[in-house]
T-cell receptor, first 115, second 111 residues
Framework: GAGVSQSPSNKVTEKGKDVELRCDPI?????LYWYRQSLGQGLEFLIY????????KSGLPSDRFSAERTGGSVSTLTIQRTQQEDSAVYLC?????????????FGSGTQLSVL | QKEVEQDPGPLSVPEGAIVSLNCTYS??????FMWYRQYSRKGPELLMY????GNKEDGRFTAQVDKSSKYISLFIRDSQPSDSATYLC???????????FGKGTRLSVIA
């Protein structure tokens, strides 16, 4: 595809349920990032992958959050036992490589609403 | 203190005005600076990319970095209604560290 694809675009769930968010990066991009964007909070880094490995998970807010990447391509962000404070836009970005001058290409995000 | 501080606005200007958007940062190790533009319900898109101090110009857009004062600026000349969006500044140091974003400034250009 032409860009980073995220699904679903919108997800409404009940507190306590688990959700899975999917990201399809640009073909050939080895680096993949997850960010969270909340009202008034800007973009908050969650995790990044280089290939299938996650060298930096420092941004995951709690152990309810996990992510994986398979085949160096698709990534899934899973939130278990969702809470209302998890409501946000979850953005995925990919990059041809990591390194000082890398440039991120973002998807349109998944708007998660926890009722 | 957040690593990158940015006034969220909103900022409203008439069409044709010169717009100045600014950020400050606290991490003196930052070497790479970026401006992203985000339209409503879309992901951010890279607008400008600058290494270290100095200016970079691209059409109506000029990015400026002053490392001595840890100040990042984006200037938009002859602003257009299509420039109405949220503008996010970001910085990072060398190596494999993630981009750190400001909160974004919402800009409206009124026709």
């Amino acid at each position: 595809g032409a860009g980073v694809s995220q699904s679903p675009s919108n997800k409404v769930t009940e507190k306590g349920k688990d959700v899975e968010l999917r990201c399809d990066p640009i073909s050939g991009h080895t680096a993949l990032y997850w960010y969270r964007q909340s009202l008034g909070q800007g973009l908050e880094f969650l995790i990044y992958f280089q290939g299938n490995s996650a060298p930096d998970k420092s941004g995951l807010p709690s152990d309810r959050f996990s992510a994986e990447r398979t085949g160096g391509s698709v990534s899934t962000l899973t939130i278990q036992r969702t809470q209302q404070e998890d409501s946000a836009v979850y953005l995925c970005a990919s990059s041809p490589r990591t390194g000082s001058n890398e440039k991120l290409f973002f998807g349109s995000g998944t708007q998660l609403s926890v009722l | 203190q957040k690593e990158v501080e940015q006034d969220p606005g909103p900022l409203s200007v008439p069409e044709g005005a010169i717009v100045s958007l600014n950020c400050t940062y606290s991490n003196s190790a930052f070497q790479y600076f970026m401006w992203y533009r985000q339209y409503s319900r879309k992901g951010p898109e890279l607008l400008m990319y600058t290494y270290s101090s100095g200016n970079k110009e691209d059409g109506r857009f000029t990015a400026q970095v002053d490392k001595s004062s840890k100040y990042i600026s984006l200037f938009i000349r002859d602003s257009q209604p299509s420039d109405s969006a949220t503008y996010l500044c970001a910085g990072r140091n060398s190596g494999n560290t993630p981009l750190v974003f400001g909160k974004g400034t919402r800009l409206s250009v009124i026709a």
